[in-house]
């Protein structure tokens, strides 16, 4: 910290390659590739430990894609989801060859086979699909209901992929489906493929065959006291019901959620009547989670202090927002200068950062064995406005 400075974001290499391997090996012999979905933590040091040991790459924009290839990551093991891709993103995808397109609606595929035919090539491409199930997640990121915006609803995916089949610029591969996110449950991601699975069937009797299906991510990671999925029971019950087809998988939370954690200093201590206030130096924009989702995330003490205040601290920012706070009511013994780690930080912290109240982005380390290095310095004031006209 003395040598980084606070606020900052740490995360462990080997915690990142573990977690990845976990699902790889599951998997045994079944073809299979793990795509990391960027999203969660897209720093280059994260997405170059990942394509050091293979892994494949689920992205959602050229930004993203872009990040992939220079950290050295294959275009070849990236598969492109999200449901506005642009004209110059699916060109830039094409150009550089990507594993395949997640389809999300009628018109995005029209769009796919005009880029394709314009470049005289073909896009490989599977449909997402929305099963309809409840993935019993939080509802800001549960994406598998007829209510949300994501994949065609699944009674209408036959004559999209009709359409795919009897096109010279598209190649049908797969058929995708991802039901939302932190989900601690395996059951409905069992009852999606279920669904998936019959359409594979009504598919391959139309004479469309479908060569690997991609599953999505989701799989949740203890942030509390919750249970969390076994993932090689998870994927040997996906393994049970496939056949032999490939699959693909787009874990993110669980490849480095809680392989990070962001690390803020106690700037002041104060207490009313009625509540204690530790005000810290890491704030909303620089990790999001607990005033968006409202998520819960431990708090540890760096350094222990005997001459701290024991009371129920709420843990909050400089930002003048009454949102603005990391946690609330944790049992803690405080004193002005302590650092705090605020655990399982790794997924969606960094990335959903922001400089809201004109506040740099924070710097991130990565730690290797005994080694610690800047994966990202901290923004300067400078940085602020540099792109900035009057
Ligand atoms: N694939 C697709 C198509 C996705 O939309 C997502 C996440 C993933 C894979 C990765 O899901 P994971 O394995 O990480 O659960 N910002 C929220 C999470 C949003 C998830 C969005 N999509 C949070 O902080 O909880």
């Not at 491409?125 to 065609?152: C, M, Q, W």
């Not at 200068?337 to 990565?366: H, I, K, Q």
């Amino acid at each position: 910290m003395v040598a980084y400075g606070s606020p900052l974001y740490v995360y462990s290499r080997s915690d990142i390659e573990n977690n990845w391997r976990e699902f790889d090996e599951a998997f045994g012999n079944h073809p299979h590739l793990v795509c990391y979905a960027v999203k969660a933590n897209s720093n280059l040091a994260v997405l170059n430990t990942l394509a050091k040991i293979g892994a494949g790459f689920d992205i959602v924009s050229e930004g993203e894609l872009e990040r992939v290839l220079t950290a050295g990551g294959q275009a070849s093991q990236c598969v492109f989801s999200g449901v506005a891709k642009t004209t110059q993103e699916i060109t830039r995808a094409l150009e550089v060859g990507v594993r395949c397109f997640n389809v999300e609606s009628a018109s995005e595929l029209d769009r796919i086979e005009l880029v394709a035919r314009s470049l005289n090539t073909q896009a490989p491409i599977s449909i997402r699909v929305n099963p309809n199930v409840d993935a019993k997640t939080h509802p800001y990121i549960s994406t598998g209901l007829k209510e949300n915006k994501f994949g065609v609803d699944i009674d209408d995916a036959i004559s999209l992929y009709q359409q795919a089949h009897q096109s010279e610029h598209l190649n049908v591969q797969g058929l995708d489906c991802h039901i939302g996110s932190q989900l601690t449950e395996v059951s409905p991601f069992l009852d999606a493929l279920d669904k998936v699975l019959e359409l594979v069937d009504q598919l391959n009797q139309q004479g469309i065959e479908i060569t690997h299906l991609d599953l999505g991510g989701g799989v949740g990671i203890q942030y509390d006291d919750e249970k969390t999925i076994d993932i090689q029971a998870y994927i040997e019950a996906i393994i049970e019901k496939v056949g032999n087809i490939e699959i693909i998988l787009e874990p993110g939370r669980a490849i480095v959620g809680n392989a990070g954690v962001f690390v803020t200093k106690v700037e002041f201590l104060k207490q009313n009547s009625d509540h204690s206030f530790a005000i810290v130096d890491g704030a909303m924009n620089d990790l999001l989670r607990p005033s968006f989702y409202d998520a819960y995330h431990q708090v540890l003490p760096i350094s222990e202090n005997a001459n701290g205040t024991q009371a129920s601290w709420d843990l909050v920012g400089p930002i003048c927002e009454t949102g603005d706070f990391l946690a609330k009511g944790r049992d803690l013994s405080l004193s002005q200068g302590d650092y705090l780690a605020v655990m399982s930080a790794g997924a969606y912290g960094f990335t959903m950062s922001s400089n809201y109240n004109s506040r740099p982005r924070v710097a991130e380390v990565m730690v290797s064995g005994d080694q610690h290095n800047l994966v990202r310095e901290r923004e300067t004031i400078q940085d602020l406005f540099d792109k900035e006209h009057f």
